[in-house]
């Protein structure tokens, strides 16, 4: 089925690990996203891409990189874990941004410790 | 900057009732804004996109609003089931991203 794929679904990191989780999609689009929910709390973009080689920031990418050398793949970089990046993890798709939906991923929850 | 507030945070209801979410925004500049569901452990969903020039958008027994003037937008449910209970986000297209609500957890009892 078409949509945004997310691996992996689980993961427990040490403090201090890294560990880079995957993004794809098979719907063309040029925009992608990441975010994270933390409990209770709505999602804060990380990370968004407008096509292949361009990346920028979002309002919390500190501890956290990315890149995009293909349209389908948007993967996402934890570099030095720390406890405060536990959270769950949602890559996004749209054709465009402006009056275009967004296609989710089924996340990944991650667990420092 | 762009504030999206969901009220009530939580709400349970006896199957079968009509009920309304509500999602408030500050700035009415906005492309669109989307509802997604969200069910626990998994991904979120798309239900319904309102572009900013629409007043609103009806799927099934889902019926959403928007008004930019007031900064608000509903999200109506008809005859309630058990299969409902969810969270519920709203999201607002402002300025090339977008911004969301924390939801409203809603609990719909047989």
């Known amino acids: 089925n078409a949509g945004v794929t997310q691996t992996p679904k689980f993961r427990i990191l040490k403090i201090g690990q890294s560990m880079t989780l995957q993004c794809t999609q098979d719907?063309?689009?040029?925009?992608m996203y990441w975010y994270r929910q933390d409990p209770g709390m709505g999602l804060k973009l990380i990370y968004y891409?407008?096509?292949?080689?361009?990346?920028d920031k979002g309002e919390v990418p500190n501890g956290y990189n990315v890149s995009r050398s293909t349209t389908e793949d948007f993967p996402l970089r934890l570099e030095l874990a720390a406890p405060s990046q536990t959270s769950v993890y949602f890559c996004?798709?749209?054709?465009?941004?402006?009056?275009?939906?967004?296609?989710f991923g089924s996340g990944t929850r991650l667990t420092v410790v | 900057k762009q504030e999206v507030t969901q009220i009530p945070a939580a709400l349970s209801v006896p199957e079968g009732e009509n009920l309304v979410l509500n999602c408030s925004f500050t700035?009415?500049?906005?492309?669109?804004l989307q509802w997604f569901r969200q069910d626990p452990g998994k991904g979120l969903t798309s239900l319904l996109l309102?572009?900013?020039s629409q007043r609103e958008q009806t799927s099934g027994r889902l019926n959403a609003s928007l008004d930019k003037s007031s900064g608000r937008s509903t999200l109506y449910i008809a005859a309630s089931q058990p299969g409902d209970s969810a969270t519920y986000l709203c999201?607002?297209?402002?300025?090339?991203?977008?911004?969301w609500g924390a939801g409203t957890k809603l609990i719909i009892k047989p």
């Open positions: 700035d009415s500049a906005i492309y669109n």
């Open positions: 309102i572009q900013s």
């Open positions: 999201a607002v297209n402002s300025n090339y991203q977008l911004i």
């Open positions: 719907m063309n689009h040029n925009y």
């Open positions: 891409s407008v096509g292949a080689g361009i990346t």
């Open positions: 996004a798709s749209s054709p465009r941004t402006g009056n275009y939906g967004y296609t």
